[in-house]
């Protein structure tokens, strides 16, 4: 996926160019990105191959879904865009293969996680592109913080109102997918008792968070405009909310997961996004009020900090009727509720597999901790989570 952001607030004679347009796309398709984390087989510490991992890529054409990222410990794989999972999937076995064949030049491997257990920001490496040197720059430490590794779903959307409508709608179930794909409980060398330790790197960065309550895409654009014209962003790249329109791809993005151990877990998340959306733009359940983010940082916190045993509070009009209640339970209620929305087997075991995961409180956080006590090493952990994802198969709590 190309990046193409091209923002302008353009008078032509006497028309009013639009000041960011929207791209429409076939509803509910979807693609994801995985940020990827390379570790070298000495002690499985990050590597800084990245560069040099992107010349061993093989076939060539994949190499315009295989990017560089802030540091040079990391790698994001694109996908393409797809309405099915199970085609998801088998491209992501694709990219994987490749992934793989190049990091066996280097003598590297390549996990999944959120974030990297024992290593330290200040000693990574600012990948060697204007824009990250820039972003450096402007933030600082934060910059070389950003070594964290998420996975972003992008699901189709026809207009810009309807991207809104979906950017907050989606906002709901933010502590469902930081919990399903929560896999940083390590950092910096210790155990942060966060199921989730990532989600807590990106809140320092400004302008992250939620996006501003509009429901319009022409009071979006004068908001963007604005920004824009008193140089607080220079795109819509510089916005790190939790979910942001897209407008380049006609997409609504969600940025808060953790990336998973494998990639049929990654792929199911997507999934799961997709039917949200197909039931979301349907069915239209939620009002936007300025009240819509009451309870959203108590929900985010304890999705992060406890995971699927988590509470997830739930907001009404009249508070007499506002309740609580375990972040699973709200899970499995919509899990079961999407069958409806489904429309093949594919979509089916995804909900089956997000299902036991909810069921059994799994997480990859917890896979990832008791990997550690039978290890009694971080770096064998690391050894471990990386044969996971290089590996042909998911793990059996996954299955």
């Not at 407008?247 to 494998?262: A, F, H, W």
């Not at 899970?331 to 299902?355: G, P, V």
């Amino acid at each position: 996926m190309t990046d193409n952001t091209q923002t302008h607030d353009v008078d032509v004679g006497e028309t009013k160019a639009e000041i960011l347009p929207f791209t429409s796309s076939s509803p509910f398709t979807m693609g994801i990105e995985l940020e990827l984390q390379l570790v070298n087989r000495r002690n499985y510490n990050l590597a800084s191959d990245a560069v040099d991992l992107l010349t061993w890529i093989e076939p060539r054409d994949l190499q315009k879904q295989i990017k560089l990222e802030m540091t040079q410990g990391m790698i994001e794989l694109n996908s393409d865009v797809h309405t099915r999972v199970d085609h998801l999937i088998e491209e992501l076995k694709g990219l994987r293969a490749a992934l793989n064949r190049g990091a066996q030049y280097l003598n590297i491997d390549v996990s999944g996680g959120g974030a990297h257990p024992f290593q330290h920001w200040n000693e990574q490496r600012i990948t060697p592109s204007e824009r990250f040197h820039h972003l450096h720059e402007k933030y600082g430490y934060l910059a070389k913080t950003f070594t964290v590794f998420g996975q972003h779903i992008h699901i189709g959307v026809p207009n810009g109102d309807d991207a809104l409508y979906l950017t907050h709608a989606f906002s709901r179930f933010v502590p469902h997918f930081i919990a399903l794909s929560a896999a940083s409980p390590f950092y910096q060398g210790a155990d942060t008792q966060f199921e989730s330790s990532r989600s807590n790197v990106v809140r320092a960065f400004p302008l992250s968070g939620t996006a501003p309550t509009l429901t319009r895409w022409t009071d979006f654009e004068s908001y963007y405009d604005e920004l824009l014209r008193i140089g607080i962003i220079g795109s819509m790249k510089d916005f790190y909310w939790d979910i942001r329109p897209k407008p380049e791809y006609g997409t609504v993005e969600i940025r808060v997961c953790d990336t998973p151990l494998t990639i049929e877990h990654a792929a199911h998340l997507g999934c799961y996004a997709q039917l949200l959306a197909r039931w979301i733009l349907t069915e239209r359940p939620y009002v936007i009020t300025n009240d819509f983010y009451l309870l959203y940082q108590y929900n985010r916190f304890e999705a992060s900090r406890y995971g699927l045993g988590g509470s997830m509070a739930l907001h009404s009009s009249n508070p007499a009727d506002s309740s609580k209640l375990p972040i699973y339970e709200h899970l499995l209620s919509h899990l079961q509720d999407l069958q409806r929305y489904t429309q093949n087997d594919a979509e089916q075991l995804a909900l089956k597999r997000l299902r036991h995961m909810a069921e059994g409180r799994l997480s990859d956080a917890s896979w990832l901790r008791q990997t550690f006590v039978q290890r009694g090493s971080l770096n064998d952990m690391m050894r471990l989570s990386s044969e996971l994802w290089m590996g042909q198969e998911p793990p059996p709590y996954y299955q």
